[in-house]
């Protein structure tokens, strides 16, 4: 079974553009969750989309965004990039199952380097 | 409000010995699920053991195992018989079982195997 696959895996952008990032979850997995890592502030987590629908969000202002199509892949936005946007960005996916262990499963990430 | 603690920068560990990663927690949910990770140098994250709160057993994977402490909200990652390829960042992650709550992630702690 392919793991998560996020493209492109490495991006360099310059201020003040957007960027759109793709994450490909898991076959038969309906939720990815989208984490930004930087050295500073650790692992923070950006949204969940499950089933077309955001169900839950993290504390990023609006210029991060996201989406998910009927096939469960998932692209995330930034607009109007900082240089503190510059980061891993990781993917996850999982059943989407609320009881239990919905353990996720992470792609390789996307960094991003802003100019 | 949850939070994750992981007082545990870094540490260093003689290959073969058993080592134990502290992971704390704070949460008011009734109902949670408490995650470990694995992150080596290449960047991807990797599942290695789910507790569930309500879990009467500490959870057990090959050489991994979880001391489930609820009362004193601990749940502190063991690894057996370490290993080279045991050398990477370890997190603490909890979520919630409830469809408002996020997952959350601890701030890590880099293990070193010296051989």
């Known amino acids: 079974k392919a793991g998560v696959t996020q493209t492109p895996r490495y991006l360099i952008k310059t201020r003040g553009q957007q960027v759109t990032l793709s994450c490909s979850p898991i076959?038969?997995?309906?939720?990815v969750s989208w984490y930004q890592q930087t050295p500073g502030q650790g692992l923070q987590f950006l949204f969940e989309?499950?089933?077309?629908?955001?169900?839950n969000k993290g504390n990023f202002p609006g210029r991060f965004s996201g989406r998910q199509f009927s096939n469960s892949r998932s692209e995330m936005n930034v607009s109007t990039l900082e240089l503190g946007d510059s980061a891993l960005y990781l993917c996850?996916?999982?059943?989407?199952?609320?009881?239990?262990?919905?353990?996720?499963?992470f792609g390789p990430g996307t960094r991003l380097t802003v100019t | 409000a949850q939070k994750i603690t992981q007082t545990q920068p870094g540490m260093f560990v003689q290959e073969k010995e058993a080592v134990t990663l502290d992971c704390t927690y704070d949460?008011?949910?009734?109902?949670?699920?408490l995650f470990w990770y694995k992150q080596p140098s290449s960047g991807e994250m990797i599942f290695l053991i789910y507790?569930?709160?309500?879990?009467?057993q500490n959870a057990t994977e090959g050489r991994y195992s979880l001391n489930f402490q609820k009362a004193r909200k601990s749940a502190n990652l063991v690894i057996s018989a370490s290993q080279l390829g045991d050398s990477a960042m370890y997190f603490c992650?909890?979520?919630?079982?409830?469809?408002?709550?996020?997952?959350?992630f601890g701030s890590g702690t880099r293990l070193s195997i010296r051989p």
């Open positions: 989309y499950f089933s077309e629908t955001q169900r």
């Open positions: 076959s038969g997995h309906r939720s």
């Open positions: 507790q569930g709160s309500y879990d009467q």
């Open positions: 949460t008011s949910d009734p109902s949670y699920g």
């Open positions: 992650a909890m979520r919630g079982l409830s469809s408002a709550s996020k997952i959350i």
């Open positions: 996850a996916s999982s059943l989407g199952g609320l009881a239990g262990g919905d353990e996720q499963y």
